[in-house]
């Protein structure tokens, strides 16, 4: 518990630090946090972030970025990946960016799906499974594998959006349960996931997702 008070305390206070958008800021934030350096470099040389989709950084309910955008730039050249404000890569934004994030939403910080045991348990995971310092494999990778995991279930739909295919697929068909999204990234080609959270009523997710078909969720 000592492990984790302060590896929370360390982390909140590099996003503090990354949220004054400077370069020498973002690549402080990222120093001070051995681990998140290290995943980066391992999906880096792993080729993990191509199985992703692209996402704005911009999130569509306040209109605000979620990070600032020298964060955004420091990740990207971290990973090894061309982007241009606000567009990038998602599996780097949601994972990484979203723990450097401290801009408030309708539904809290980005960061708390992989800093509390929500996802994880209704993901079927042990409650510490999504906490990014932990050793093994990376938060990207265990997150590509919940994503997979997610999409094998039946309780999901699909929708095309502009010619391309967009699926959600959830945990269970009703009640709380872990959301997984994906998108193509041009028509003709298989969805890439974009995110992955929690939610309060599968039910209700499923029905409005067929209803009204859209990019969501942050995707491009």
Known sequence: MVNVVSQLAALMHAADHAATNTRAAAQGAIHALPW??????ADREAGRFA???????????????VIAPAVFDELHRRAGLPATWPVGNAGLLH??????SREPTPYGLKSDRWLTP????????????????IPGPTLL??????????????HAS?????????????????????????VAPSPGLPPLPVTLFPVTDAAAVLTEFATLPRLRWNAV
């Open 118 to 133: 929500t996802l994880a348990v209704a993901c079927g995971l042990p409650e510490d499974a999504f906490l990014p310092w």
């Open 51 to 65: 199985a992703w989709g692209r996402s704005t950084a911009v999130d569509e309910n306040t209109g605000t970025g």
């Open 141 to 154: 990778d265990r997150a590509t594998a919940a994503a997979a995991a997610l999409s094998a279930r039946p």
């Open 95 to 100: 994972c990484y960016g979203y723990l450097l």
């Open 158 to 182: 699909t929708v095309i959006v502009d010619g391309r295919e967009s699926r959600v697929s959830l945990g269970a068909s009703e009640g709380p349960a872990a959301l997984a999204y994906a």
């Open 36 to 41: 998140l350096d290290a995943s980066i470099r």
